[in-house]
Structure formats: C-alpha cells, structure tokens
C-alpha cells in the first residue's frame, strides 16, 4: 500500500495548484431588456477552443465559475440577435455589466453556416467523423457506422483493423450481439448523431476487452425550448423500403426530455452462389457441390429513445436513459439449390432445401446515471447503474428432397428446432476525474453480471421415436462476473505529453451445458497497462508511441453449443471449449500540421478468437465454428490527409497497407497447423462539397476500396464501393432533403475462400448494397435551438462491460 499512499500524496500538491476566478454580468437587447437564458460561452482567445458555458436566468443574469487566469474571448447569442464578442484578461473576479445584444434576422443562418464542421477529423489517437448537417446524416446510425473511415463490414460486424470493434453509444456500451447491433443501428435515427469516433486503441479507461470501439456521440439542445422532427425515408434496392420517425425535445432550467421513435419495415434479399470441392486421402477431387441461396427477410423493427435529465443544483445532475427495440415475427424463407457431381463433373443428384425461421427479437435497457461537479473546478464524480434484457425466440422448420440425374424423386429429410434465449445483464460504476497542474488523474471502479440461459429442442419429423433429438436438444447456461478497477495519470509539460493507466480485472465464468454433461468454469486475475507519449516536435507536429493490453473474451453466444442448419451437411455450431485471449498493441502516429498522419502499428493478437470452417469429406458435410487460434499478428502502415482544398471542399483520404496472419488446427485434414495470411491495402476518399453561396446546399462523394483480407479460415476479395450524395435546407432551414446513392459499382460484394490440404470451399453472398435513399426531415417548434455532444467530458469514462 505505500506506493499508492506516496502516489496520491505526490499529486496532492499539483492538484491544490491552480487558482480559478469568475466572470458574472448579464445579457440584454437595445431596449435594456433581460435575454432570459441568452447563451454565454467563453473562448480561449489563443485558439478559440470553447472552455466554459452557461445559459443565462431569466433575467439575462450568469455567472461563470472556475476561470484559470487567461486571455478569452466572452460571446453571448440569443435567437434573433446579433452575437457580441468581448476580449476579457481574467487575473482576478470581474463583474462586466451588460452585454448588448442587436436585432439581426440574418443571424440565425450564420449560427448554421459556421457551426458546420469538416466530415473527418483527424487526431493522434482516433479519427472523429462528423456527420451533423451531412447527407449520412439523414439515414439510420447503421448507415453512418458502416461508411466512417477504417470501418469494414464483415457479415454484418463491424471491423477496424481486422478487429470487431465494440460500439458505445455515449461513452455506454451497446449490450448487444453483432446482428441485434445492426437492427438497433438500423433504427436508431442518424439525426440524433452528431459525431461517431473511430478509437482504435483505447485508453485505460475503456474495459480491456472491449478492442477497437466506435463510440456514437448524440446531440442536445443546451438552451431552453421545445424543438422537435419528423422524418421520412424512401430506400429503393431489389425491394422498396421506408422508415418514419419522429423526435422531440424540451428543456428549462431543471429539466431535459428527449423522446426518440422509429419504424423501419424492411423486405430485404440475399443471393449466396457456394461450392465445396470434396477431396479423398490422395488429394483428388472425388465430389464437388454447388449450391445457390436465396434468402428473403421480412421484419417490422421498431425502437423507442428516452432521455431525462434533472439539475437539481448547480453541482448535480441526474440523468435517466431508456431504450427499447424489439422485432416481432421476424421471418427469413430460405431456399437452396444444390447440385451434387462426381470428381469428373457429371451429375450425380440435386438437393432442394426450403426452410422458414421465425424470429421474436426484443431488447430494453436501463441507465441511471449521476454527476456530481466538484467544489475543485474541472473536478467530477460520475456514478452509474445499468440492466439490460434481451430475448429472442426462434423457431425453424426445414426440409429437404433428393432427386436422381433424371429428377426423380429419391428421399426426404425434415426437421424443426424450438429455441429460446433470454440475457440479463446488470452493471454499475464509479468514475473520479480532476484536473491538475498541467494534467490530470482519474480512476474508476466497475462491477457487471451477466446472466444467460438458452434452450433448443431439435425435432427430427422424419423419426418421432424419440419426439427430439437428445444429440442435439440441450438447455445452456452461462454465467459471468467481472469486477475491475482502472487509474489514469496525463502530464504535460513543455514539448511532452504522458498518459499512464493500469487496469485490473477479476473475472468468474461458469457454463453449464445439459447435453455434453459438463461445467466449464474459468477464473482469472489479470493487469492491463496501456501508455500514451507525445513528443510536439514544433508547433504543428508532434510524434506519439501508445500500447496497451488487451482481452478478448468468448461471448455466450459464441460458447453456445447450438445448431444452425442451412440444411443437414451445412451448419454453424457454438465452442463451449472457448478460452479468452490476450493481445499486445503497439502503434506510433507521426502528425504533421494537423492535415497529414502516419501510423505505424503492430498488434500480437495471441489465441485470437475466430471463425472457422471444416469439411468433412467422408460424411460430406460442412461446419462452421468459433476456436481459438494457435497465434495471429497484425501490422500495417496507414497514411491520412484531412484538409480544406478551398473553403468550399473539404478532402479526407485514408489509406492503409497491412499484414496479418492466423495459424490454427487445421482440423479433417492431413496435415497438423495452417497459417492462412495476406497483405493487403485499405483506402478511403471522402469529398465534401459546398454548393451554394448561402451553404444550404452540400454534396459528398465518397470511394472506399479494400483489396482483400482475412476472415478466419477465409481468404476475402477485393471490394469498392463509390458512393454520392445531396443534402438541401428548405424554407429557412425549417425542412431538410437528401438524396444518396451507394455502391454505385456494385462492387461491395466480397467472394469468400478457404483452400488448403484437402479443404476448398468458397461462398459470395450478395447483399442490397446499391440503393436510391431519399430522406425528408421537417422541423417543429423552435428547431434553431443549438446543440452540442451529450457529453460533459471527452475523456472515455462511462463504459459497459464487454459480452
């Protein structure tokens, strides 16, 4: 204990440093009448940097507490008015009177015009993509996630670096699985969104299992008021799509309500074109088969936001957050042809598959939160409480028929599963931050439970002796506990900047499954470090080295021995022998005037958890599972220019060279181990355009290339997607229309391959990737009121634990 004791009295001091003032005054118009709750914003008059804020009483009356001695530049705006700007040298209290706010009709427009920000920024630890007033702004949170810079789309999970990355929602995880992710993207409203962040190497801060996150920054008025929308959007892809939606929002002086609601019916439909190449023990090929998948979906998900926030005092601020996404009878009808030839490619029997899947999908979670600001300015206390509860209820129904060469009938095969999942999950959290002499420290404690039980009854209707398949029924049961505690000290100090953090996780799981008769339990105490050190090289360049350690461990769905069949010789299948692993990630980021990047990483993925597939060539069947890997690394060099090429184009390119490798058991083959690996390159071009002199009128084009990548045992094609779009303001900025078109190559499409010793199977599934989407969106009530992120800090505090 003396080390932590001398630790906390070192910093004592540095903390107890600074010295803070107030700036108090009060806005009005000519007249000399009060502007009630007028914002009042102070700048740093170096660089302009907003550092404080308030909204004035109703009497135009503010006060601004814990102002360091500086120089700044003192604003105040009221709808309607002309903004004022103040030059104020703060080194002791000051009382300024009156700011005089004038008429201008003109104003309003300007708020909108200069607010408006770059599409990409670039910083040394993560990429910051803006999409307020953005055409991606007027689709679903799904369609803004899938195109930010450094993300990848592999079967529906979202990827950064060869990673799945976590997605936070406000500094709060999403506690969801990879799909209900997407249908939760899908119908989150990209309006709410003002900024999504790329972070592929978080902070201490963040749990250590969480990888790469994408963390979605929400916006809130900050000025009392009532504003509100509804909105519009017409998708046409093979099948005609729409969603409606409508927002509203008030606040006062205590109190902030905001409620959110989406309905998205969708019709959507995949083609899969599939073969495996069947090999003997001499390395021949004695049987190949083809199969095409046409899969068509319907769903109706909707989804419901709410958002309280209460001020009791000026210190204190308390925040409920709820929401509910559900999905009721979900159905996917799958058909498969497949044709089944011999070694020389003569025909041998066909296989017809059709297969319905009902789905219920809901999910409601709960926030409680609290933020308690501190007599020491910058100083908080946040504290939060979480539950979520997710269920889903499937069931399946499939069969199949043969027929001879000359299609003639030979057998049938039918079968039916019952399946049922329900997940609670409970967390709660505590975060300490304050400011100190040219740093800062903060320290969190976190406990969360998760508690899942699944049950599937395999029906064989071909044999109703027993009524199910004891082999393949079985009830799983998955527990897990997770307590951690993390601290985190920054300093800077003339041309150096350091972060530490160490993070600490004890971890206790328990799964139980009926069928295999056996408990696996794994209990484990482990230290994450991570550091971050920035050498400014002169006053627009500076070189950072950061690395941490990081945890990847199984989910509960990947543990879940299940059965899913495309038909009876095709499935995918849970590992309740998954182990967590553990990775080292290094990375270097050369900045150069804050317009051109360099990052050079590397990352020792260790027993990475990932997906295979087997054949097995004697029975003729094909499996899919999760394993761990015997050893994976990443590496790769990434180049980004983020700049204004006039004041009316503004120019974001990406691009990425990279290696990475996995090695596993090459399991029903002859050989032991396999390394599949591949080097590849990544490039992203995003263009913003300004296409009036009033700025109402913008335009975006965007291509994204990836020449190809790894994904398990799978070898991945190249993909390109151009995409492009219009946004327009109607009516003084009361109404919004887009217009976007994507993947306008029809190029985003990837084949996937895996060929080694006598495995070779390939699969291209082609998915609704180009559409037309024309979005409306009209304003009510006083729809000018300013916004700003949901956050209160932008250090990554508020987190949930990892699946």
């Known amino acids: 204990m003396r080390f932590p004791v001398l630790f906390f009295l070192g910093i004592l001091p540095l903390a107890m440093a600074s010295q803070t003032f107030e700036v108090t005054g009060s806005v009005k118009d000519s007249e000399g009448k009060p502007l009630p709750f007028a914002n009042v914003i102070l700048l740093k008059a170096l660089d302009n940097t907003q550092v404080n804020g308030i909204s004035a009483d109703e009497e135009g009356r503010f006060t601004l507490k814990g102002i360091p001695e500086d120089v700044y530049y003192l604003q105040a705006n009221y709808f309607g008015y002309k903004s004022t700007l103040v030059a104020l040298e703060i080194k002791r209290n000051i009382q300024i009177g009156a700011l005089v ?115 979605i920054r929400t916006k809130e008025n900050v000025v009392p008021g009532y504003k509100g ?51 003997n023990d001499q390395g021949d090929r004695f049987a190949e088969w083809n199969t095409v998948l046409d899969q068509t979906t319907r769903s109706q998900d909707q989804q419901v936001n709410l958002i309280l926030d ?21 159905k996917f009808v799958n058909k498969l042809d497949t044709e089944m030839r011999d070694g020389s490619g003569v025909l041998d ?97 976190k406990g969360s439970w998760i ?19 004891i082999a393949l029924s079985d009830n799983f049961k998955y527990k897990e506990g997770v307590v951690a505690g993390y601290a985190s000290y920054s300093q800077d100090w003339e041309k150096w900047f350091l972060k530490l953090g160490l993070r600490a996780e004890q971890t206790n799981v ?58 009876e010789n095709n499935y995918f299948e849970g590992n309740p022998n998954l182990v967590p692993n553990f990775s080292h990630n290094f990375n270097l980021n050369l900045s150069i005037k804050e317009t051109y990047f360099i990052d050079l990483y590397y990352r020792d993925n260790g027993r990475y958890i990932s997906r295979l597939s087997f054949q097995d060539n004697e029975n003729q069947t094909l499996r ?33 060279v990279f290696y990475e490798d996995e090695t596993f058991l090459a399991e029903e083959s002859t050989i032991e181990t396999y390394t599949n690996r591949v080097t590849g390159y990544y490039g992203y071009l995003n263009n913003s355009f300004t296409l009036s002199k009033d700025r109402s009128f913008t335009g975006e084009a965007s291509l994204r290339y990836l020449s190809g990548f790894l994904f398990g045992s799978y070898k991945v094609s190249e993909s390109i997607v151009l995409n492009v779009g219009l ?37 291209l599934e082609n998915t609704e990737t180009q559409f037309i989407r024309l979005g409306f969106t009209y304003n009510l009530g006083n729809y000018r009121l300013s916004k700003t992120d949901r956050s209160i800090k932008k250090s990554e505090l508020q987190r949930l634990d990892n699946e």
Not at 264 to 275: G, L, V
Not at 428 to 440: A, I, K, L, M, R
Request: aromatic share 14%; net charge negative; hydrophobic share 35%.
């Open 229 to 279: 929308n509804v909105r519009g959007q017409y998708t046409q892809a093979f099948y005609a799509k729409y969603s409606l939606g409508t927002s509203h929002y008030y606040k006062n002086d205590k109190v902030g309500i905001f409620a959110n609601y989406v309905i998205n019916p969708r019709r959507e439909i995949k083609e899969a074109d599939s073969y495996i190449n069947f090999i």
């Open 349 to 445: 029997s066909t296989l017809q598959t059709n297969s319905a899947i009902e789905d219920d999908r809901k999910n409601l979670s709960f926030d409680l939160n609290y933020n308690r600001s501190l007599k020491k300015e910058g100083a908080t206390l946040k504290a939060n409480a979480h539950y979520t509860y997710s269920e889903i209820s499937r069931l399946q129904q499939g069969s199949s028929d043969y027929f001879d060469p000359s299609g003639a009938f030979i057998r049938n095969f039918t079968f039916a599963t019952d399946a049922l999942q329900d997940i609670n999950i409970f967390t709660g959290q505590v975060d300490f931050y304050t400011p100190v002499t040219s740093g800062s420290f903060e320290a969190g404690l």
């Open 310 to 330: 209460y001020k009791p005092g000026e210190r204190d601020l308390l925040n409920f957050t709820s929401n509910l996404s559900f999905s009721p009878n979900k």
């Open 451 to 469: 508690n899942s039980k699944s049950g599937i009854d395999y029906f064989d209707v071909n044999n109703n002796e027993p009524p199910f398949d």
């Open 101 to 215: 706010l004038e008429p201008d009709s003109e104003w309003l427009n300007e708020v909108v015009v200069t607010g408006q920000k770059p599409t990409v920024e670039r910083k040394a630890d993560r990429i910051i993509f803006n999409v307020e007033n953005t055409v991606l702004g007027d689709g679903s949170s799904w369609d803004i996630l899938r195109n930010a810079p450094g993300v990848v789309i592999v079967q529906n999970s979202l990827e950064i670096r060869g990673q799945q990355a976590t997605v936070y929602l406000n500094d709060r995880k999403i506690q969801l699985s990879p799909t209900e992710i997407q249908d939760f993207l899908k119908g989150l409203s990209g309006d709410m969104i003002s900024s999504v962040e790329v972070i592929p190497n978080p902070p201490a801060s963040y749990e250590a299992a969480d990888g790469s996150i994408l963390n």
């Open 510 to 567: 328990e799964s139980n499954s009926e069928t295999l008769l056996e408990i696996n339990t794994q209990n484990y105490f482990k230290l994450f470090p991570s550091l971050y050190l920035t050498r400014k090289l002169s006053e627009d360049n500076s070189l950072t080295f950061d690395y941490s350690r990081k945890l990847t461990r199984p989910k509960y769905s990947d543990l879940n021995p299940f059965r899913y069949f495309l038909n």
């Open 624 to 656: 899919q599972i999760k394993q761990n890997v015997q050893k994976s690394t990443s590496y790769g060099l990434d180049f980004t220019i983020s700049t204004s090429i006039t004041p009316f184009w503004v120019l974001y390119f990406y691009n990425s």
């Open 727 to 763: 946004r327009k303001s109607l009516w003084d900025n009361r109404a919004v229309i887009s217009l976007l078109a994507e993947d306008l190559f029809n190029r985003a499409n990837a084949v996937f391959t895996t060929r080694y010793a006598n495995q070779d199977n390939s699969f």
